[in-house]
T-cell receptor, first 114, second 114 residues
Framework: QKEVEQDPGPLSVPEGAIVSLNCTYS??????FMWYRQYSRKGPELLMY????GNKEDGRFTAQVDKSSKYISLFIRDSQPSDSATYLC??????????????FGQGTILTVHP | DAEITQSPRHKITETGRQVTLACHQT?????MFWYRQDLGHGLRLIHY???????NKGEVSDGYSVSRSNTEDLPLTLESAASSQTSVYFC?????????????FGPGTRLTVL
């Protein structure tokens, strides 16, 4: 079983829809949670970074972390065609032998059509 | 502006040949990472380094090696390329501060082994 599970999709939605992307994890040692966005033939770029349980909002994007359920989500409101990309969740542990390393989900391919 | 670059962007090689992929960052980050990205597997860690002369194996290190002679560069070498190493390779870097796990990615190198 993988430490981080992410539904690969693909997910296709109409413009303006609310998108929900999710990851589950099995290791309670994860303390940092990130979402990366990757456009086709580009490197991943950081979209959201959260540390604690709860919600963090940035414009149309909201990241949600529920440590008790080992579940994280990314919500995109009023989705746009420019949001079409692969979204990867990533998680990190504080210190120890896992210092600095991230564990990634498989990525979800999202297409927002006009 | 600080950045991370990879070269070449595309490479075709033959089975058994030695191949070196370059990664150069101007962030002055101590931590550097090499990943491969394959459909259905997401990003998998190959090797990583916490500083000059430090290298460590990741989860898929067989057939790969790295060396770190300065802060800016972490070249990845495929000792004897195999068709199973056809993939997209990403280099990333991050600060050496506990709690700051954000990794910045290069644009990737698409490698084909025939």
């Amino acid at each position: 079983q993988k430490e981080v599970e992410q539904d690969p999709g693909p997910l296709s939605v109409p413009e303006g829809a609310i998108v929900s992307l999710n990851c589950t994890y099995s290791n309670s040692a994860f303390q940092y949670f990130m979402w990366y966005r990757q456009y086709s033939r580009k490197g991943p770029e950081l979209l959201m970074y959260t540390y604690s349980s709860g919600n963090k909002e940035d414009g149309r994007f909201t990241a949600q972390v529920d440590k008790s359920s080992k579940y994280i989500s990314l919500f995109i409101r009023d989705s746009q065609p420019s949001d079409s990309a692969t979204y990867l969740c990533a998680m990190g542990r504080a210190g120890g032998t896992s210092y600095g390393k991230l564990t990634f989900g498989q990525g979800t391919i999202l297409t927002v059509h006009p | 502006d600080a950045e991370i670059t990879q070269s070449p962007r595309h490479k075709i090689t033959e089975t058994g040949r030695q191949v070196t992929l370059a990664c150069h960052q101007t962030w002055n980050h101590n931590n550097m990472f090499w990943y491969r990205q394959d459909l259905g597997h997401g990003l998998r860690l190959i090797h990583y380094s916490y500083g000059v002369h430090d290298t460590n194996k990741g989860e898929v290190s067989d057939g790969y090696s790295v060396s770190r002679s300065n802060t800016e560069d972490l070249p990845l070498t495929l000792e004897s390329a195999a068709s199973s190493q056809t993939s997209v390779y990403f280099c990333a870097s991050s600060e050496s501060v506990v709690g700051t796990d954000t990794q910045y990615f290069g644009p990737g190198t698409r490698l084909t082994v025939l």
